[in-house]
């Protein structure tokens, strides 16, 4: 269900006809020069810009079976015939079917040249229907701004604010993703926000829009896929900020190289033997052994010593396996979990 609000069909055509345009439209005239007459069903065909693309089949079967009673009770209205005959209907495709569905052979009709207020009555008056679906007022919306119609024009028009109809202008250039999820009828503000998030993650809209139905999409579904987004970026701010910071620190005096051994760097930036670059301890820690241990780093997890096993691989890149002093025990850490404390060498 979209979140627009429509005004009636009624409201419409009362507004047509303060501004005179309705007057015009349904002038009488002489049968013969535009008045009601019957037209076979066979001597109409559709017009194939109408907004509407589908019609509901239960509501169609309905009108059918109030026109076997009580027959057609607005004509329809077409345009002249043309060279072979046919007349292209201008409003009144639904009356125009359930006719066919009731077993009519002919309607009544008034016939009209098509004018740009003409189209306009008619995109108006489809547009106000809310059985159409999102993608359909879209193509109503933008054949009214092809005809030359200002957003501020068509918003009053239609009882919309211009945000609305800018809204639905756009949809003609968002990715055909979310065009499709409009032609199942979902909602415009939804699809909006989607387009919009649709440029900082594009594979994870892609993803919500194939495991979520049309009818599922909502601004509070898509707000939950935008707290998604926001969140997994901040992670991978993070993860580059860690990096940088490790990249820092390395810079300043210590080196993992890649085969596990830790390296001092001096001033130039170069690595030297370990005995070269003597480390003090710690003033406020006792100088600690491990037991088989070569050249390694002394750190602090959850407020417990322990050893850098930089020989061995962690869980992750961006994880250190550490033996702890107090209880020998081997755990896996991430690296923002850790504290340095010293330099140790056997």
Do not use: C
């Not at 239960?58 to 060279?83: F, K, N």
Request: hydrophobic share 40%.
């Amino acid at each position: 269900m979209t979140e627009k609000k429509f005004g009636s069909t009624m409201q419409t055509l009362d507004r047509l006809k303060k501004s005179g345009d309705l007057a015009a439209l349904t002038r009488k005239t002489k049968p013969g020069q535009g008045g009601q007459r019957y037209i076979p069903l066979d001597d109409i065909v559709p017009d194939p810009e109408q907004p509407r693309r589908q019609f509901d089949k239960d509501q169609l079967a309905s009108l059918a079976e109030s026109i076997r009673s009580q027959g057609v009770l607005q004509a329809i209205t077409v345009q002249p015939a043309d060279a072979a005959g046919k007349h292209r209907l201008i409003m009144g495709e639904r009356r125009f079917q359930a006719a066919k569905l009731a077993g009519l052979t002919k309607i009544p009709s008034v016939v009209r040249e098509m004018t740009d207020a003409l189209r306009m009555a008619q995109l108006t008056e489809n547009v106000q229907r809310a059985d159409l679906t999102t993608l359909e007022v879209a193509e109503a919306v933008a054949a009214m701004r092809a005809a030359g119609r200002s957003r501020s024009a068509i918003a009053t028009a239609l009882g919309w604010n211009e945000g609305e109809v800018s809204r639905f202008s756009a949809l003609a250039k968002m990715p055909e993703e979310l065009r499709e999820a409009a032609a199942r009828n979902a909602p415009i503000r939804a699809l909006s926000d989607l387009s919009a998030l649709w440029k900082k993650d594009e594979a994870a809209v892609r993803r919500f829009l194939r495991e979520t139905e049309a009818g599922d999409i909502s601004r509070v579904t898509v707000e939950r896929l935008r707290a998604e987004i926001d969140e997994k970026s901040a992670a991978s701010e993070a993860s580059v900020s860690e990096t940088k910071n490790l990249e820092a620190s390395q810079s300043e005096g210590l080196w993992v190289t890649p085969a596990g051994d830790v390296d001092v760097l001096n001033g130039a930036g170069q690595g030297s033997a370990p005995d070269e670059v003597p480390v003090a301890p710690s003033p406020s820690l006792p100088q600690s052994r491990f037991a088989g241990a070569s050249p390694a780093l002394l750190v602090r997890h959850a407020g417990l010593l322990g050893r850098a096993l930089l020989d061995q691989p962690a869980s992750n890149s961006k994880s250190i396996l550490i033996q702890l002093k107090e209880d020998g025990r081997v755990v896996d850490v991430p690296l923002t979990e850790v504290e340095l404390v010293e330099f140790l060498q056997e």
